[in-house]
């Protein structure tokens, strides 16, 4: 990067699967000299994220940026549960509206616990609130 101080020109990190909150990456990074590694992370509460691990250390600089790309098809899905509460703020979850089980949603956003979705079909079809994550499933 121009006027970077230090840090990889380039690193590449596909999630191939995950289990809770661990997860195996594919990576590279220019300079690497590897075709592509595997290295598998934890939580970044217990301090086991990728720009917490020692050996990136040095790939982190001041003008880093980091983003995370999402394949389009994996935000759509549905509910799969009858009666889910949909809510307008997760911290005070008073629902007045409960989707029928199949309803077409596509996420916004995902938490630790719920996600933030636009219902996409149907009689509610545009309005956006929040669901527990485990009551969504990807079409």
């Known amino acids: 990067m121009?006027?970077?101080?230090?840090?990889y020109n380039f690193h590449f990190g596909f999630n191939l699967m995950d289990?809770?909150?661990?997860?195996?990456k594919l990576e590279d990074?220019?300079?690497?000299?590897?075709?592509?590694?595997?290295?598998?992370?934890?939580?970044?509460?217990?301090?086991?994220?990728?720009?917490?691990?020692?050996?990136n250390a040095s790939a982190l600089g001041n003008k880093?940026?980091?983003?995370?790309?999402?394949?389009?098809k994996s935000i759509k899905g549905e509910t799969n549960y009858p009666g889910v509460h949909f809510?307008?703020?997760?911290?005070?979850?008073?629902s007045k509206?409960?989707?029928a089980k199949g309803t077409k949603v596509e996420i916004i956003r995902k938490g630790q616990s719920w996600m933030k979705v636009r219902i996409t079909a149907g009689t509610h079809a545009g309005k956006s609130g929040w669901i527990m994550n485990k009551y969504y499933t990807d079409s």
């Open 29 to 55: 990074y220019a300079g690497s000299g590897l075709k592509y590694y595997l290295d598998m992370y934890g939580p970044t509460s217990k301090g086991q994220s990728w720009a917490e691990d020692p050996s």
């Open 2 to 7: 121009p006027g970077g101080s230090g840090g």
């Open 97 to 99: 509206l409960l989707l």
């Open 87 to 94: 809510v307008d703020d997760p911290g005070k979850p008073t």
């Open 64 to 72: 880093t940026t980091t983003m995370v790309v999402q394949h389009p």
């Open 19 to 24: 289990s809770g909150h661990d997860y195996i």
